[in-house]
Nanobody
Framework: VQLQASGGGLVQAGGSLNLSCAAS????????MAWFRQAPGKEREFVAW?????YYTDSVKGRFTISRDNAKNTIYLQMNSLKPEDTAVYYC???????????????????WGQGTLVTVSS
């Protein structure tokens, strides 16, 4: 599976961005998908997951929404009420297996997009 992330950019605090991740080369519906992010000098961290349901890390609950369009082989991350601490490179990831298992560790994912930079200014 090849993943292509897009949609990052510069936004002021309180603003919104919608990230996209287009998949190719596999049966999209068979994969659980996730978004991770990595800020400068920090480890890659889990943000959101879409499988049989959805799941979010606490810091983005109520602000971010993950969704998927299986017909377009694409997942999205709608990010609202952005904060400076949301600044990071955002990566989409995919894994096969149990679609109900919420995988939150980056080493549980085999397929990765190239990342898209989100910068939130204060």
């Amino acid at each position: 599976v090849q993943l292509q992330a897009s949609g990052g950019g510069l936004v002021q605090a309180g603003g919104s961005l919608n990230l996209s991740c287009a998949a190719s080369g596999g049966t999209f519906g068979n994969y659980a998908m996730a978004w991770f992010r990595q800020a400068p000098g920090k480890e890659r961290e889990f943000v959101a997951w879409s499988g049989g349901s959805t799941y979010y890390t606490d810091s983005v609950k109520g602000r971010f929404t993950i969704s998927r369009d299986n017909a377009k082989n694409t997942i999205y991350l709608q990010m609202n009420s952005l904060k400076p601490e949301d600044t990071a490179v955002y990566y989409c990831a995919a894994r096969s297996g149990n679609k109900w298992y919420v995988a939150q560790r980056h080493n549980e994912y085999v397929y990765w997009g190239q990342g898209t930079l989100v910068t939130v200014s204060s």
